[in-house]
């Protein structure tokens, strides 16, 4: 069995959590490193999502969507982290794992021969993972035994709430797919699993810089469980800047978009939302600060088009601390 040290660990939490440059991402672990989510294609294996740095701008945005009816404050809430030694052990003995214990670096690893958890105590992320070894399959075989997406969903629901793992206010978001091939002509598939995520739902917002994730194989079987939650309450109410400035700011801002699409020349808002921001590029922040979210689409000068987003900052008060 290998053994994991801290380190290691170190070094998985600041992909996870640090390098995503105090924004949200979407992650799947697979051999061939696509992550491929159905019905909408290939996406990149970590999505960047910044509020000004690697922005572009462009000519042209339009408007396509309702704006949100927004009063004139909005509550911002002090951040809590962490996680105690006690609520890792609870988990731990849930998932059935009562082997060896480490502590280094205010990480806790508990493992046995099977499975293993691993908690970083300040910030709170927690990573399980069924280290059994997992067997490879023709393509065959994982389109009759990798279950459908919805029996995927409700095998998560299972999970978690047998153990009594589901963080409060975790609500599904989305089923996206790690798959791998061997190399050939054509390449033929050996692994799929199925990641069920779920979104920290706050009072009627998203806080978007939170993520819950169950990975599901063939057969069904459980093979991670990832969690950055944050916990809160409440600060004080700041003035809220209208939709209308928001767009402002986007088109100063500009807009991210996926790497590759060179000379954009026109985005279409589709959607504008408010949620709430919980880290920066610089690493966490004392308070949970809202941002509007625009997403829609982008078009390029040789007819591409793709995806695009970015998060303005809300609350003129709190800009400098998420900027």
Known sequence: MEDKSPFFWIILFAIAVVVIAGVAFYIGLNPSGNNTTKGIGNVSDIEVRALYEGTVQVPEITLETTLPKVSGKIMVYTAILGIDREEVHRMANELGIRGEEKEESGFIIVQNENFQLDAELPSGVVYYKNNTEQSGYDEATIE???????????????????????????????????????????????????????????????????????????????????????????????????PDEAINSLKKSGIVIPSGMKDPQKATVTSVTLGYIGETQSGNLPYLIPVYVFEGTVEGADGSSAAFYQWIPATPELAAEIT
């Open 144 to 242: 009759k035994y990798l279950p459908s997406d919805e029996e995927a969903r409700k095998i998560a629901d299972t999970f978690l709430a047998t153990r009594n793992l589901r963080p409060e206010n975790a609500v599904f978001h989305d089923i996206t797919h790690n798959e791998g091939f061997l190399s050939g002509d054509p390449p033929s598939k050996c692994w799929e699993s199925i990641n069920v995520d779920y979104s920290h739902e706050m009072n009627g917002y998203s806080l978007l810089t939170d993520q819950f994730r169950v990975e599901i194989g063939v057969h069904g079987t459980i093979l991670s469980m990832f969690e950055k939650w944050t916990y809160y309450e409440p600060f004080k109410e700041y003035p809220v800047i209208t």
